[in-house]
Nanobody, 123 residues
Framework: QVQLVESGGGSVQAGGSLTLSCVLS????????IGWFRQAPGREREGVAA????YGTTWYSDSVKGRFTISQDSAALQMNNLTTDDTAMYYC????????????????????WGQGTPVTVSS
């Protein structure tokens, strides 16, 4: 059974850092795509980072580029210089492949999701 478990969320002040973990188990492939998404209250789910595990390719949305880093091996998400706009529930998701272009940030193409971990950034 495929399972994704996120952890590491919490409350920080603006300018602070957090590292989110995403542990995948039971996935029957050695290469796969892990995407990190976030959803703030009243807003759509937004893709922020992705990694093609096994190939090492990473992608970032414009909103987090230069501040967030996704591990090529573990898919952990290092978040630096956090702002109040980063406040959201963060989810990791898995898919057999990373799609090109806008499909990478389309939540519907990911077939397994974790339960989420909350991040709150205060000013």
């Amino acid at each position: 059974q495929v399972q994704l478990v996120e952890s590491g969320g919490g409350s920080v002040q603006a300018g602070g850092s957090l590292t989110l973990s995403c542990v995948l188990s039971g996935y029957p492939r050695s290469t796969y795509c892990i995407g990190w998404f976030r959803q703030a209250p009243g807003r759509e789910r937004e893709g922020v980072a992705a990694v093609y595990v096994g190939y090492g390719t990473t992608w970032y949305s414009d909103s987090v580029k230069g501040r967030f880093t996704i591990s090529q091996d573990s898919a952990a998400l290092q978040m630096n210089n956090l702002t109040t706009d980063d406040t959201a529930m963060y989810y990791c998701a898995a898919n057999p492949r990373c799609y090109d272009g806008s499909w990478l940030w389309d939540a519907t193409v990911y077939d397994h999701w974790g339960q989420g971990t909350p991040v709150t950034v205060s000013s």
